[in-house]
């Protein structure tokens, strides 16, 4: 996979998304997603908040939370979403679409699973029917390595997880079957809706009524 198809596809991502939250009601903003405490605007404030940072701040940020990284995160984008508009936010995201901005040592490829994820984290929140290429969800799928995953947390001890729509699958023990993006959304911790999964042990990855 080139650097080239990767960046391609980040430039891609950021735009789709502006356009979805662009048409999003205003209540939506204020929506639960799929990252715990975080609504909609929290997370677009975090996936943006690279664009309008910089390094030296960044690293600021990092030694107010003593070296935290998840708490940083969580208090940047808290305070991002009280001070920013929805139409500030959408403008970030559709400005910044070529940034080159990606994660300490994830590249690329780092930059595209930050944006995917945290979309899905959204959309699936919301209930949207979007679904984001398999193609490019190949692409986070084909670079998630056990550091990665292991980052995340999930427990996915004895069981398969099963692409439905791609050549994919993660794991042994009982099956649990769905969309690439979903099970992407699984590797990474998240919790989804009841329904959207399928086999044996599915009903271990679903989300519990808020």
Do not use: Y
Request: hydrophobic share 40%; glycine share 10%; aromatic share 4%.
């Amino acid at each position: 996979m080139t650097e080239d198809r990767l960046r391609d596809a980040v430039v891609a991502e950021r735009r789709e998304q502006a356009d979805l939250l662009a048409a999003l009601r205003p209540e939506q903003w204020d929506a639960p997603t799929l990252c715990d405490g975080w609504r909609v605007r929290e997370v677009v404030a975090h996936t943006t908040m690279p664009f309008r940072t910089s390094l030296r701040r960044t690293l600021a940020e990092l030694v107010r939370a003593r070296g935290d990284i998840n708490r940083m995160a969580d208090r940047c984008a808290r305070r991002d979403a009280a001070e920013l508009s929805p139409a500030e936010l959408v403008a970030s995201l559709r400005d910044n679409a070529a940034h080159p901005w990606t994660p300490p040592g994830g590249g690329a490829h780092g930059a595209l699973s930050h944006d995917v994820i945290h979309g899905l984290d959204i959309t699936v929140g919301l209930g949207l029917d979007r679904r984001v290429p398999t193609g490019r969800i190949a692409m986070v799928l084909s670079g998630m390595r056990p550091k990665n995953i292991s980052f995340f947390g999930a427990d996915l001890t004895g069981v398969t997880l099963e692409a439905t729509d791609l050549d994919w699958s993660h794991g042994t023990g009982a099956p649990v079957r769905g969309p690439a993006q979903d099970l992407l959304l699984v590797l990474c911790g998240r919790r989804l809706p009841p329904g959207r999964l399928s086999g044996e042990a599915a009903a271990r990855f679903a989300r519990r009524d808020r």
